[in-house]
């Protein structure tokens, strides 16, 4: 079945600092590929996404590219802020047109 | 006003005792989801429903009870709750695409 592998966490970094949270991915077919983010005591909030291979998605300052050949969809910022400090989840969507979600990967970034 | 809401926010509750997770939207969505997150397992499927008519069981369903009211409405029951369904609950929503949309969370705790 699909499922997805995140990189361990918690992360710690410096304001400024450049972030990589890896994400890959097993699936059936061509699925579409989601971060999501979650803040303190609030529900998850979809970041980014990109639905066929290539595809770049990006927002707020994050990056994550669909690479098939390498199955993953690894997020980047160039320089994060105190205020991304949250969860973030790497999830795909599959034939069975379900969320996957990885094991969520918490970020803090330090003044 | 929250596009998805979910009540109550907060329930302490004993084993055994019957208890129910209300969860609207306002959307127009069809599909509608349940999930409990547990700390480094992610997310994982209780039940969904695409439309009215239509009740799914997700990954991890033994214990648990859906109701779909109304387009607007998916109730989850906890029929005799147990200690181990302490966890963080979220309704989600989406139309036929792959993009889900989440409510704040209702926080359980099963004494």
């Known amino acids: 079945g699909d499922s997805v592998t995140q990189m361990e966490g918690p992360v710690t970094l410096s304001e400024e600092a450049f972030l990589t949270i890896n994400c890959t991915y097993t699936a059936t077919g061509y699925p579409s590929l989601f971060w999501y983010v979650q803040y303190p005591g609030e529900g998850l909030q979809l970041l980014l996404k990109?639905?066929?291979?290539?595809d770049k998605g990006s927002n707020k300052g994050f990056e994550a590219t669909y690479r098939k050949e390498t199955t993953s969809f690894h997020l980047e910022k160039g320089s994060v802020q105190v205020s991304d400090s949250a969860v973030y989840f790497c999830?795909?969507?599959?034939?069975?047109?379900?969320?996957?979600f990885g094991s969520g990967t918490q970020l803090t970034v330090l003044p | 006003d929250a596009d998805v809401t979910q009540t109550p926010r907060n329930r302490i509750t004993k084993t055994g005792k019957r208890i129910m997770l209300e969860c609207s939207q306002t959307?127009?969505?069809?599909?509608m989801y349940w999930y409990r997150q547990d700390p480094g397992l992610g997310l994982r499927l209780i039940y969904y429903s695409f439309d009215v008519k239509d009740i799914n069981k997700g990954e991890i369903s033994d214990g648990y009870s859906v109701s779909r009211q109304a387009q607007a409405k998916f109730s989850l029951s906890l029929e005799s709750a147990i200690p181990n369904q302490t966890a963080l609950y979220f309704c989600?929503?989406?139309?036929?695409?792959?993009?889900?949309?989440f409510g704040p969370g209702t926080r359980l705790t099963v004494t």
């Open positions: 959307k127009g969505h069809d599909r």
């Open positions: 999830a795909l969507s599959g034939s069975a047109r379900q969320l996957t």
């Open positions: 990109a639905t066929k291979a290539d």
């Open positions: 989600a929503t989406s139309e036929q695409g792959y993009e889900q949309y």
